[in-house]
């Protein structure tokens, strides 16, 4: 029997009914899971302070005080926040472009792109902007279980409405810059402007916004040190979706696909880059800093100075640093090369020391090898024996050295043969500082941080030589009235035993042997003869000699006995430019500064260094002091710094770098070289810059064999000619040329109408032999 016509549509009806209470069901089922997934049912959301302040580490941003980043301290993550008015246009097109072209047009979930993936799979992802940012803020790479990663893009969904809720558009481009890992530790779009580019963000051209833009797809695969061609093909695919979306011309386009990466790769690790020595000074700075409870925050936590986002304000200047490291490797590799040949097997059988048996040879290397890195590192972290760790330093393992030449190379070596060839590495340091504020504008405590830790500006202490004189000197203008015009003789002289502690008695001796006549004490000076320092020693005391170090901020121990005339105690390069500081700045002692401000990711300031100064010498006195060594280089050991011409004469043409350096203006300084020229020593110092350089081994019985090489004058006073001719030729550094400021009541003469004639004829010729190394060092 046949169905009526109601029964058809009862039937029809029911049908209907099961569809909308599915599709309802399906509604519900829809809005019952996100409602779940927003109040963390299928694990935690971030609730509404951590959208406004996302946990993300930021590194620690050094500045220099021109306003250049210098380096940065993080654990894993450098990166450093920009914002969006920092970023150029070309580099937030393509990103619309290629990653969500209707990104202006939604808020947070585009429903056209999500409809095309859902009909259409393989057309492209439906990710939005907004969504991949929550994906990269709050659980990072997605899951490949594909129940996990429905959640998972639930939960971006939402969190990318709340996100679109929370910031402007704008914001959200430049957190999602800002969050982004690069790969080689460009964590971020500042690390990867200038670890690619070697540029701020704001100086990307087209091509390589394109290039960052396009490793968003996949910064591991495109990686473009590791895959060049790939990045290269990805880059053009954002170019050409520049092109369709009409923010780039088409020629433009075709001509910039043509064009290679272009990479200028630079990288931030704590072993590369600019400053690296201050920069591990800078580290310990702030980690004693964070250690202050006075400096906890508000909730009683420490800074962390690698995730804090800290910002630290220094005195450092990023053009005359780098001067100053220029400086230092052009002068260092030559005058290695020099040390390298004069240790040459057949030339020093024991090379690189001199004047040491073989047993005293082993015994040095047998305590090189326990105060070694190695050594503390088996012995305490991986609790090896004695017996154990001594075997390892004997047996071949693969490793990479230093070499001026070819570079780091990759070798096997007995770590005890390594250790022999640092040994024969001459080592540099570097410090200028602007003696009226205190601060520090270069630091330079070595020629390879990954290879020499050891810091030459403020760890290293070492004999000062004759560098030390001009406290002497100094002590007897301040006490006594003497002028520079002042004549002393030169004829041998004796501190009896017994008198200002003396053991025994002290006759310090000229090196040339001569000891006729009188000199004026400016020519004493500039010709280092050490026996009428040793008569101006006697006629003021060594303790006020050593009060008046202490006083110019050399902490290192001075022992008040005639000795240290000639300058035995060991100190670091760090207090002597402290200390002569004073005498350019009238008198007054400014403590070295290295550190202005701190401040946190917002700006808030958390530390303002206050001036620490004193007065020390009456202004005067340190006149007078000033332009005694501006003798030292008009007529002794630093006039080479005058010459205008390279005279054929010698040995110096091939390593006396920078030569001839031609200076006119106003300088005054020191040379200084210590016993069997262990040490040299220049300080040179013009009204606004006080700058000293020491160069020396490691070990003192590694030195050259004569004073020819040895000296102050040879070792060191280069590097100071070569940083201060860059700096005078950076006009922008407005470094003075001017004469010292004078007293207005200056009582003593300090222009002498004439010399003794005969002092010393030849002085400050390239091959005058120094007269200021110290014949007994016994205190």
């Known amino acids: 029997m046949a169905k009526t016509k109601k029964q058809e549509t009862t039937g029809f009806e029911k049908y209907i009914r099961w569809f909308w209470m599915l599709f309802l069901g399906g509604i519900l089922l829809i809005v019952l899971i996100f409602f779940l997934a927003s109040v963390g049912a299928f694990g935690e959301m971030p609730d509404h302070t951590q959208l406004e302040n996302p946990e993300t580490n930021l590194a620690t941003e050094i500045i220099s005080s021109d306003g250049k980043t210098l380096a940065k301290f993080y654990l894993n993550d450098n990166r450093t926040p920009v914002r969006y008015e920092d970023l150029p246009q070309n580099l937030i097109d393509a990103l619309v472009a290629t990653e969500d072209a209707r990104y202006y047009d939604h808020s947070g979930i585009d429903a056209r792109g999500l409809l095309r993936a859902v009909l259409k799979p393989g057309s492209g992802g439906a990710s939005t902007i907004s969504q991949q940012l929550a994906k990269q803020l709050f659980h990072g790479e997605g899951s490949k279980n594909i129940a996990e990663r429905l959640i998972q893009k639930i939960k971006e969904w939402i969190i990318a409405v709340r996100l679109e809720r929370q910031y402007t558009k704008e914001e959200i481009i430049a957190q999602y810059f800002n969050i982004y890992d690069f790969g080689n530790n460009a964590d971020g779009i500042r690390s990867a402007a200038r670890i690619y580019f070697g540029k701020e963000p704001k100086e990307l051209t087209v091509k390589e916004s394109a290039m960052l833009v396009g490793m968003f797809k996949n910064s591991s695969l495109y990686n473009p040190r590791r895959n060049p061609v790939g990045v290269k093909n990805r880059r053009n695919v954002v170019l050409a979706q520049m092109t369709k979306y009409g923010v780039l011309d088409q020629k ?138 001594i075997a390892s330093f004997n047996k071949p393992t693969e490793m990479t050295i230093f070499s001026w030449e070819r570079g780091e190379i990759d070798t096997i070596m007995k770590p005890m043969d390594s250790m022999r060839y640092y040994k024969h590495f001459l080592q540099p340091g570097l410090m200028s500082m602007d003696p009226q504020t205190g601060h520090v504008k270069a630091w330079v405590g070595g020629m390879n941080y990954k290879h020499f830790k050891y810091d030459h500006v403020k760890q290293g202490k070492r004999q000062v030589g004759s560098t030390f004189k001009p406290f002497v000197y100094a002590t007897a203008i301040n006490q006594l009235h003497m002028s520079p015009c002042d004549k002393l003789p030169k004829a041998p002289y004796t501190i009896e035993a017994g008198k200002f502690g003396n053991q025994k008695a002290w006759a ?171 040490d040299g020593w220049f300080m040179g110092m013009v009204p606004n810059l006080v700058t000293g350089v020491w160069v020396g081994a490691e070990d003192r019985a590694a030195h050259f064999k004569s004073i020819t090489y040895g000296q102050g004058a040879s070792m060191a006073l280069p590097i100071w000619g070569m940083y201060m001719k860059s700096c005078y030729e950076d006009k922008e550094l407005e470094v003075s040329k001017d004469e010292f400021e004078k007293p207005k009541d200056l009582s003593i003469v300090v222009n002498c109408d004439k010399y003794e004639e005969g002092n010393n004829s030849n002085s400050g010729d390239l091959v005058t032999p120094e007269e200021d190394v110290p014949d007994e060092l016994e205190f």
């Open 508 to 678: 310090p001796k000229n090196s040339n042997g001569d000891y006729s006549g009188e000199m004026t004490l400016k020519a004493a000076l500039a010709n280092s003869v050490n026996t009428i320092t040793a008569r101006l020693m006697d006629k003021v005391g060594p303790e006020p000699v050593s009060k008046l170090a202490r006083d110019l901020g050399v902490e290192s121990e001075i022992p008040a006995v005639p000795s240290i005339a000639l300058g035995t105690p060991d100190i670091s390069l760090y207090e002597m430019v402290g200390a002569y500081s004073a005498f350019a700045n009238q008198g007054v002692y400014t403590k070295p500064v290295m550190v202005t401000t701190i401040v946190d990711k917002n700006d808030t300031v958390l530390y303002q260094f206050v001036p620490e100064t004193r007065d020390v010498l009456s202004e005067e006195a340190a006149y007078v002091t000033v332009k005694l060594m501006e003798g030292v280089t008009t007529e002794g050991s630093g006039a080479r710094l005058r010459r205008t011409w390279m005279p054929n004469s010698g040995v110096y043409k091939e390593i006396i770098t920078g030569y001839p350096y031609g200076f006119t203006n106003p300088i005054a300084g020191k040379t200084g070289t210590t016993q069997n020229q262990s």
């Open 252 to 389: 433009i386009k075709d001509s910039l696909q043509k064009t290679e990466l272009d990479l200028n790769f630079n990288p931030e690790s704590h072993n590369d880059g600019t400053a690296t020595y201050f920069r591990e000074y800078l580290r310990a700075f702030l980690k004693d800093w964070a250690n202050d409870k006075k400096n906890y925050k508000a909730d009683g936590s420490k800074y962390n100075i690698y995730q804090d986002g800290l910002k630290v304000y220094t005195t450092i200047d990023s053009r005359m640093q780098k001067y100053a490291e220029d400086a230092v490797v052009k002068h260092m590799k030559k005058l290695q090369a020099e040390f390298f040949h004069q240790n040459t097997p057949d030339r020093n059988p024991t090379a690189p020391f001199l004047d040491l048996d073989k047993d005293e040879i082993e015994s040095l290397m047998q305590r090189s090898m326990r105060q070694s890195e190695r050594w503390r590192h088996m012995k305490y972290d991986l609790k090896k024996s004695e017996k154990e760790i």
